[in-house]
Nanobody, 122 residues
Framework: QVQLVESGGGLVQAGGSLRLSCAAS????????MGWFRQAPGKEREFVAA????????DYADSVKGRFAISRDDAKNTAYLQMNNLKLEDTAVYYC???????????????WGQGTQVTVSS
């Protein structure tokens, strides 16, 4: 398995931006599809975005399309989630995850980071 560590979370006003990073170690990062999920208090973990090997294909939840962008830099073993025009409902703990195939289901992912808190204020 690959070890993942998220960073970049914080407190931001509605309409603002944040960029989350997910640093990978332990195995070859480039063989993994990467995903971002989030979990708000009292809610189930939900899919946010995913990216294929080399970044050729991306997928997004409808709620973040046009506002969030997932990317990866295999030379740095890092995946990113650029979040723009943040809304109150984006408040959650954000997790990055690695999988052997591109997917939106959390069960498909076999390595997870510890999460980073994103709080959007009015």
């Amino acid at each position: 398995q690959v070890q993942l560590v998220e960073s970049g979370g914080g407190l931001v006003q509605a309409g603002g931006s944040l960029r989350l990073s997910c640093a990978a170690s332990g195995r070859t990062f480039s063989v993994y599809r990467m995903g971002w999920f989030r979990q708000a208090p009292g809610k189930e973990r939900e899919f946010v975005a995913a990216i294929s090997l080399s970044g050729g294909t991306t997928d997004y939840a409808d709620s973040v399309k046009g506002r969030f962008a997932i990317s990866r830099d295999d030379a740095k073993n890092t995946a990113y989630l650029q979040m723009n025009n943040l809304k109150l409902e984006d408040t959650a703990v954000y997790y990055c995850a690695a999988a052997r195939r591109l997917a939106t289901l959390a069960l498909t992912y076999d390595s997870w980071g510890q999460g980073t808190q994103v709080t959007v204020s009015s």
